[in-house]
T-cell receptor, first 116, second 112 residues
Framework: GAGVSQSPRYKVAKRGQDVALRCDPI?????LFWYQQALGQGPEFLTY????????KSGLPSDRFFAERPEGSVSTLKIQRTQQEDSAVYLC??????????????FGPGTRLTVT | AQSVAQPEDQVNVAEGNPLTVKCTYS??????LFWYVQYPNRGLQFLLK??????LVKGSYGFEAEFNKSQTSFHLKKPSALVSDSALYFC??????????FGAGTRLFVKA
């Protein structure tokens, strides 16, 4: 069956450019997460959506990062004025139920962002 | 404060031998604990989780993990390793209802 998909898979941006990363979760999944994974590290939580509501954005590194999920399905992570330290793999995950009840997450393949 | 620790960057084991990948946590209360695996060029995959109940939980591909509250540990185990188990393993804890905190990962090498 269809899993979580992300696009683009690879993105090269010049420093200062804006980028938009897309996540298509598994149909019907309530929860949606964004993570940032630096090389050799575990995923770091960025933000969480329950349907269209962004319930936790405490992990967003700065106000240059913005995420939305307007209709409770597809989500976009936008990074404005990219900096070199933004280079990482951005992972999206979805879950069938609400996060607080311990449902496992299904991860997409990630978008590798390189800022030059 | 780090919520989950994986003390070993790498674990080496011979095929057919038992394997253990260690994880300790530092979240108060009753934690929700997870193990995920990342194969080369593939996304993270869920292996197993502990929510409540039996301290020994069984998951995919013959893996199991034991929740030990007194030692605040959730070690991943498999009785007999396969070469195909070679991958990057992440322990994770659900903190505060929404935020999942991942460990830094442990790379498992299984030698034929």
């Amino acid at each position: 069956g269809a899993g979580v998909s992300q696009s683009p898979r690879y993105k090269v941006a010049k420093r200062g450019q804006d980028v938009a990363l897309r996540c298509d979760p598994i149909s019907g999944h309530v929860s949606l997460f964004w993570y940032q994974q630096a090389l050799g590290q575990g995923p770091e939580f960025l933000t969480y959506f329950q349907n269209e509501a962004q319930l936790d954005k405490s992990g967003l590194p700065s106000d240059r990062f913005f995420a939305e999920r307007p209709e409770g399905s597809v989500s976009t992570l936008k990074i404005q004025r990219t900096q070199q330290e933004d280079s990482a793999v951005y992972l999206c995950a979805s879950g069938i139920g609400t996060s607080g009840r311990g449902y496992e997450q299904y991860f997409g393949p990630g978008t590798r962002l390189t800022v030059t | 404060a780090q919520s989950v620790a994986q003390p070993e960057d790498q674990v080496n084991v011979a095929e057919g031998n038992p394997l253990t990948v260690k994880c300790t946590y530092s979240v108060s209360g009753n934690p929700y604990l997870f193990w995920y695996v990342q194969y080369p060029n593939r996304g993270l995959q869920f292996l197993l989780k502990y929510i409540t109940g039996d301290n020994l939980v069984k998951g995919s591909y013959g893996f199991e993990a034991e929740f030990n509250k007194s030692q605040t540990s959730f070690h991943l185990k498999k009785p007999s390793a396969l070469v195909s188990d070679s991958a990057l393993y992440f322990c994770a804890v659900l903190k505060g209802g929404f935020k999942t905190i991942f460990g830094a990962g442990t790379r498992l090498f299984v030698k034929a």
